[in-house]
C-alpha cells in the first residue's frame, strides 16, 4: 500500500521557537495534503488542506499565519509551528490521497510536539 | 459542515464479547471510511464503504453503511485483547470537498483477559 512518513517523530523546543513538520509520500505523488490535530484519546481535528503549488486552506479558527504550510511537490508538504506555545502540544498528523482513488487517504505515522 | 456522531465513546468488554460502534450523520456521504489506531502512531484504514446498504467483512470485522449513506456500524465478534485501540470513522463529503475527511470523535475500547 501506499506510504507516507512524519518527520520528526517526536519534537521538544522551548516557548517561543519555531518547528517545521515535514510529510512525504513516499511512493506516490499527492496534489493534496491534509495536516489534522490530535489531543490524547481524541479524535483528529483537521486544521488545513495543503495543495500543491498553491495556498494552503485553513479551517475555521486555525491561525494560518502561526501554522505555516507549504507544498513545495508532489511529495512533500512541511507544516511549521511558528513561535510554539505549550499549548501548540499536541500529536500532528498528515494524510496524503493516492491520485486517482477518490476515497482513500493515507496517514502519517504522527509528530509528538512538545513545548516546553 | 457535516458532522458525524460517533458513540459509544469508551467500550471496555471481556476477551469473547461481541461489539458494535455506531456513527451517525444527517448528511449524506459519498464514502465512509473506519480507521484503527495504536497510541502513538496514525490512524491505519481498515474498511471503505461507498455503496448505501453495502457490508464488508474483514475475518471478525463487519462494516455496515447505511442504505441512505448517512450512518456506518462496525461490528466486532469475539473481541480478542488485541483489539484494544482507538477506532474512527471518517466521511467524505465529496463534490468539491475531495478528499477531506470529517471524523467522528472516536471509541476507545479496550478488551480484557
Known amino acids: 500500500g501506499a506510504v507516507v512518513s512524519q518527520h520528526p517523530s517526536r519534537v521538544i523546543c522551548k516557548s517561543g521557537t519555531s518547528v517545521k513538520i515535514e510529510c512525504r509520500s513516499l511512493?506516490?505523488?499527492?496534489?493534496?495534503m491534509f495536516w489534522y490535530r490530535q489531543f490524547p484519546k481524541k479524535s483528529l481535528m483537521l486544521m488545513a488542506t495543503s495543495n500543491e503549488g498553491s495556498k494552503a486552506t485553513y479551517e475555521q479558527g486555525v491561525e494560518k499565519d502561526k501554522f505555516l504550510i507549504n507544498h513545495a511537490s508532489l511529495t512533500l508538504s512541511t507544516l511549521t509551528v511558528t513561535s510554539a506555545h505549550p499549548e501548540d502540544s499536541s500529536f500532528y498528523i498528515c494524510?496524503?490521497?493516492?491520485?486517482?482513488?477518490?476515497?482513500?487517504?493515507?496517514f502519517g505515522p504522527g509528530t509528538r510536539l512538545l513545548v516546553l | 459542515t457535516q458532522l458525524l456522531e460517533q458513540s459509544p465513546q469508551f467500550l471496555s468488554i471481556q476477551e469473547g464479547e461481541n461489539l458494535t460502534v455506531y456513527c451517525n450523520s444527517s448528511s449524506v456521504f459519498s464514502s465512509l471510511q473506519w480507521y484503527r489506531q495504536e497510541p502513538g502512531e496514525g490512524p491505519v484504514l481498515l474498511v471503505t464503504v461507498v455503496t448505501g446498504g453495502e457490508v464488508k467483512k474483514l475475518k471478525r470485522l463487519t462494516f455496515q453503511f447505511g442504505d441512505a449513506r448517512k450512518d456506518s456500524s462496525l461490528h466486532i465478534t469475539a473481541a480478542q485483547t488485541g483489539d484494544t485501540g482507538l477506532y474512527l470513522c471518517?466521511?467524505?463529503?465529496?463534490?468539491?470537498?475531495?478528499?477531506?475527511?470529517?471524523f467522528g470523535q472516536g471509541t476507545i475500547l479496550t478488551v480484557h483477559p
Open positions: 511512493d506516490f505523488q499527492a496534489t493534496t
Open positions: 471518517a466521511g467524505e463529503p465529496g463534490g468539491t470537498s475531495y478528499g477531506k475527511l470529517t
Open positions: 494524510s496524503a490521497g493516492l491520485a486517482g482513488l477518490q476515497e482513500t487517504q493515507y
